[in-house]
Each structure stands twice: as C-alpha cells, then as structure tokens.
C-alpha cells in the first residue's frame, strides 16, 4: 500500500478483555514503531523494530503489553486484562530504517476500554 | 472529530498571514528534529525534519529553524490556508543509537478567514 494501515480503526471492549491492534508498515520499510497518544497528551513511544527484533521495548508501560513482529512487515500490540486508563489512539509508525529517520505514521487505532 | 489535545497551546491567525509555532527541546544531545501536523481524526503528517547539524531547512511554504544554543526549534508556516489548521507537534531523537522520537505536547494552529 502507500501508507502505513492500521487495524482495526476504531476498538471497543470491555475491562479485563484483550486486545490485538495491527499495524502494516509501508512496503520495504524495514523499521517499525509504536507510539500511544492519550487525550490532551503528545505521542508517548512504546516500542520500536528492526526487522522482527526489538531493540527498545522501553516504553511498553506494564506487562500486559506486548507486541510482535513477523516476516519483517506486520506487527500486532496485545493489551492483556485492558483497563480503562489503556484507552488512547495507538498509532503505529514505520521508517526506511537505520539512520533513515523520517517516520510516516499510520491513521491510529481508537481503543475505548469500558 | 476527536480531539488530539484539550489543554494544547493555541495560535490564530490571519488566513494569507505567516505563521510561527516554537518548541522548546530538552536534549542537548539531540541529533535529529521533525515537525508532525495532525488534523483531527487523523495520524500524524510528516511536514519537515532537521539534523542537528543545519540551522534552517526550507520546504515547500515551511520552514524548519534551529537554534541549539537555546534548545529551541520552531516551524513558519508562509500564507497560511485554511487547511493548515491542525495540531502541530514538534519532536526530537535524543541520540544517534535511540530510534524513538520524544514528542512535544503539540500547538493548535487556527486559520481564520
């Protein structure tokens, strides 16, 4: 595609369920990124890729986050056991890779924990 | 559409005027800038980027400034149009090994007619 996609746009649940958000990087983008922006914050980093690995989980906030990365393209964040204060936009960002810095964001997934 | 930030920072301006958004960064040490605009609803577009190394970078109607002795970075925006009314958020890479960008809090950019 031309741009980053994100999947799904828009995600309701219920406290204590999990959830999976997908992100499909640009095509031949070797990096990827995670970033959550809660209402009436800026961007807050979780993760970063290269490749399937993960050099930086460092802003993942609990254990109940995670994410993956496969065949060097997708990538899927699980929240495990939601709660209410995980509900933000989850936006998903890729790049050419190292030192090609440029990020090129995808439109975000809307999670509203109930 | 929702809305990216409540308490955000806010500039009005003259449609046909220039505008200039600042930032202030944290990082000495940062390497890398960019700009992002946000309209409501939407992810985050990439607009300009700097290295540490240049002063000003020009675009297409922007123009990215960056004064390291202050730690300060801003965006001018020439004839501003309606649809450059978004959110604008500046962000840093902190280091050359870091690949994350720390992101500013973000300023509203109205346009009016």
């Known amino acids: 595609g031309a741009g980053v996609s994100q999947s799904p746009s828009n995600k309701v649940t219920e406290k204590g369920k999990d959830v999976e958000l997908r992100c499909d990087p640009i095509?031949?983008?070797?990096?990827l990124y995670w970033y959550r922006q809660s209402l009436g914050q800026g961007l807050e980093f979780l993760i970063y890729?290269?490749?399937?690995?993960?050099?930086?989980k460092s802003g993942l906030p609990s254990d109940r986050f995670s994410a993956e990365r496969t065949g060097g393209s997708v990538s899927t964040l699980t929240i495990q056991r939601t709660q209410q204060e995980d509900s933000a936009v989850y936006l998903c960002a890729s790049s050419l890779g190292l030192h090609q810095e440029t990020q090129y964001f995808g439109p975000g997934t809307r999670l509203l924990v109930l | 559409g929702e809305s990216v930030g409540l308490h955000l920072p806010t500039l009005s301006v003259q449609e046909g005027d220039n505008s200039i958004i600042n930032c202030a960064y944290s990082?000495?040490?940062?390497?890398?800038f960019i700009w992002y605009k946000q309209e409501s609803g939407k992810g985050p577009q990439f607009i300009i980027d700097?290295?540490?190394?240049?002063d000003k970078r020009q675009g297409q109607r922007v123009t990215v400034l960056l004064n390291k002795t202050v730690k300060h970075l801003s965006l001018q925006i020439a004839a501003t149009q309606p649809g450059d009314s978004a959110v604008y958020f500046c962000?840093?890479?902190?280091?050359?090994?870091?690949?994350?960008?720390?992101f500013g809090q973000g300023t509203r950019l109205t346009i009016n007619p």
């Open positions: 095509s031949g983008h070797t990096a």
């Open positions: 890729f290269q490749g399937n690995s993960a050099p930086d």
């Open positions: 962000a840093e890479r902190e280091d050359q090994g870091a690949q994350k960008l720390v």
């Open positions: 700097i290295r540490s190394n240049m």
């Open positions: 990082n000495s040490a940062s390497d890398y």
